[in-house]
């Protein structure tokens, strides 16, 4: 089982970067699916997560109105949509998934089984 994120780089503040996260393995369908953040010198964060058909999905309320996490069940993708990004929002970006069955979103980085290897997402000023 394998997550891959994608999508990361460097980008003004103000601008927009679309992060991807790929999954192998096994299909995701069924589970639930979440980004979370590390910025240098804090603790990791939830940022979104989406329930297993997509219909339910939870925000950090830093990022509220300006990201937006989607998924496509076909494709075994996740997505996050990033607009107006800040300084603030650097960080190395990890998406997750729950177990197989588990299709309520979470919040909290325990609820999660599977790890991406994270993305790097720098804003500059």
């Known amino acids: 089982v394998q997550l891959q994120a994608s999508g990361g780089g460097l980008v003004q503040a103000g601008g927009s970067l679309r992060l991807s996260c790929a999954a192998s393995g096994r299909t995701f369908s069924s589970s639930a699916m979440g980004w979370f953040r590390q910025a240098p010198g804090k603790e990791q964060e939830a940022v979104a997560a989406i329930s297993w058909s997509g219909g339910r999905t939870y925000y950090a309320d830093s990022v509220k109105g300006r990201f937006t996490i989607s998924r496509d069940n076909a494709k075994n993708t996740v997505y996050l949509q990033m607009n107006s990004l800040k300084p603030e929002d650097t960080a190395v970006y990890y998406c997750?998934?729950?177990?197989?069955?588990?299709?309520?979103?979470?919040?909290?980085?325990?609820?999660?089984?599977?790890w991406g290897q994270g993305t790097l997402v720098t804003v500059s000023s």
């Open positions: 997750a998934a729950r177990g197989e069955g588990w299709g309520t979103p979470a919040m909290t980085m325990t609820a999660y089984d599977y």
